[in-house]
């Protein structure tokens, strides 16, 4: 059984330091938010986990194995690098959707994201570390089949990126909805869903849906581990295997 640990990251009054003491360059908005980005990618992603960035303002790590003085260093060493400080929510749950709730409830029983007061939070319990298991984490990775002709090639690239985006949007919603998985867009064509644990007639089904909803025809690699990274890298490995033997759902 899945026991996904995720952690809610949020800029702390963010929206009030955006317009002061007026409105701040938009160019050095997406600067700031693109490198604080990059830079915890980097800091949980050595230590095994996975940050997507869903607003930019808010951010979901999935953090299996990352214990509570891990968190408060990354918290640190952004609080040291940036003119804003991030808010830390960690929860634990064998469904990815019930863990971000909780997270997400933590925090905001501390506080609005908009109060000058409510800096740095660090809520939550990590999953201990005698109760960590080789099936903690199912991630899946989805993947348009031929974007490159279909889309990329072809289409204005406006209209590529319309075509990628509902996919997208089908998709979350229906990992969301039905198997209480998150789903989140990671570039190019591919989306990455932390999920529970979703059979292969699951993933049949969420393909089936949004082929029929908006003609996006996907293909997914599953894997599971005590990481997200271990498990990311098993899903990848059965996409490749999608690919050469030309199936929808290849588990790693
Ligand atoms: N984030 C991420 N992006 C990827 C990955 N692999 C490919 N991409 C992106 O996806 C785009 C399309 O690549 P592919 O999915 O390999 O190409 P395709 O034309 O869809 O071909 P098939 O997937 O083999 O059907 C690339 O230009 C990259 O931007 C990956 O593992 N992670």
């Known amino acids: 059984m899945t026991n996904t640990q995720l952690t809610l990251i949020q800029i702390d009054n963010y929206g009030p330091w955006t317009v002061t003491p007026e409105p701040r360059r938009e160019v050095d908005l997406q600067t700031l938010q693109s490198r604080l980005y990059a830079d915890l990618s980097q800091l949980f992603g050595n230590r095994d986990g996975y940050v ?28 040291n690098r940036y003119p804003v400080t991030i808010s830390l929510s960690v929860a634990v749950d064998p469904s990815p959707a019930s863990a971000l709730g909780v997270a997400t409830d933590q925090l905001q029983d501390a506080g609005s994201a908009q109060d000058r007061g409510r800096t740095e939070i660090l809520r939550g319990d990590a999953l201990p570390e005698p109760e960590r298991h080789e099936e903690d984490v199912q991630i899946a990775h989805f993947d348009v089949n031929n974007a490159t002709e279909k889309y990329t090639d072809r289409l204005n690239e406006f209209d590529s990126f319309i075509n990628i985006e509902q996919g997208y949007a089908e998709l979350m919603q229906y990992m969301r909805k039905a198997h209480d998985s998150l789903s989140f867009f990671v570039g190019g064509d591919n989306i990455i869903a932390v999920c529970e644990d979703v059979d292969v007639a699951g993933y049949r089904d969420a393909i089936e849906h949004v ?13 599971t581990d005590r990481t997200a990274q271990a498990a990311g890298m098993a899903a990848k490995h059965a996409l490749e295997t999608c690919r050469e033997e030309n199936i929808d759902v290849v588990f790693g």
């Open 52 to 79: 997507f960035f869903t607003r930019f303002d808010n951010m979901v790590a999935v953090t299996n194995g990352l214990d509570t003085d891990s968190h408060a260093l990354i918290q640190e060493s952004i609080g």
């Open 211 to 223: 082929r029929e909803a908006v003609d996006v025809d996907l293909k997914v690699g599953v894997g």
